[in-house]
């Protein structure tokens, strides 16, 4: 290894991977000043990713003196395009993903303090995040162009959500629809539960409504055929999640480079009050 030139020892690491990389600086002193270069690094980089950095803090980009560093900031994930979204990179597969704020989501009737407010969260990266006080029709949509994604990767998108602990109401009467688009093609149709983790109140409204919920859930499967409306579920970071849909995003031509994914939850049929649901954002992420 050390009568080989230095670029073709560089061309060889930058066939491998950023874990391999470490290991050989690590495990060999002789690769340690090769593996700082960047020409590897620049490797393991997305394609775009100026246009990517571009849309970020310059302030925290000073902070990168290399291309090994630039990497592992994405890989930490950053805040792009004014602080509204999360950009994100897998430091073992260098796939994308991205979280949209709440901000950036197109919420019915979010600008109108009757139905939802803004506010400061804990644990959240964002400015703010929208809490609905009160409506009887829920419609939340996100938009993500197929070009931002990684190529040959199955992608799923995800709400990540809160349910408040003391204004939450109505929201398990029914379940709600969750729908994946991209282009033209509905890839993804489901209903989903969000789930409430005050028992004693869903059995109360399950009491108070149980005829009519199951005359709504009934209508509102209408189309499902026997699919069983998917559950929510607790992240790492003290939020939850459900899933909207997943999708593969195939190899970039011209005419596939302007698709947009369309995803989608909504509560429109049952007209009943219901309050509490704080939104963070939408994730897509790939799925292993």
Not at 159 to 175: H, N, Q, T
Request: charged content about 25%; some cysteine.
């Amino acid at each position: 290894m050390n009568e080989l030139p230095e670029d073709c020892v560089c061309t060889i690491l930058s066939l491998s991977s950023p874990l391999d990389v470490c290991r050989s600086a690590a495990s060999c002193s002789e690769l340690r000043s090769v593996a700082q270069l960047d020409c590897v690094w620049e490797s393991f980089l997305p394609s775009g990713y100026h246009e990517i950095i571009s849309r970020a803090d310059p302030a925290l980009l000073l902070k990168c003196g290399s291309k090994k560093e630039l990497f592992f900031l994405l890989c930490n994930s950053i805040l792009i395009d004014g602080g509204n979204k999360i950009f994100n990179l897998d430091k073992i597969t260098g796939l994308k993903s991205y979280v949209i704020s709440a901000r950036d989501l197109s919420i019915e009737w979010a600008d109108d303090p009757i139905y939802w407010s803004w506010k400061k969260t804990p644990q959240s990266r964002f400015r703010e995040s929208a809490e609905l006080r009160t409506t009887s029709w829920l419609e939340i949509n996100g938009y993500m162009k197929t070009k931002m994604l990684s190529q040959n990767t199955t992608y799923g998108a995800y709400l990540i959500f809160k349910v408040s602990e003391r204004r939450a109401y109505g929201l398990d009467i029914m379940p709600m629809e969750v729908s994946l688009e991209v282009g033209s093609d509905l890839v993804c149709h489901n209903t989903v539960y969000l789930h409430q983790d005050d028992q004693k109140k869903q059995q109360i409204q399950w009491l108070l409504y149980y005829n009519r919920t199951e005359m709504l859930t009934s209508r509102v499967n209408q189309g499902f055929g026997e699919s069983i409306p998917m559950l929510s579920g607790a992240r790492g970071d003290g939020w939850m999640e459900v899933e909207l849909g997943h999708f593969f995003n195939g190899e970039s031509n011209c005419s596939d480079d302007n698709k947009v994914v369309k995803m989608s939850l909504m509560e429109v049929k049952g007209h009943h009050l219901k309050g509490g649901l704080i939104i963070e954002g939408v994730e897509i992420r790939p799925i292993h």
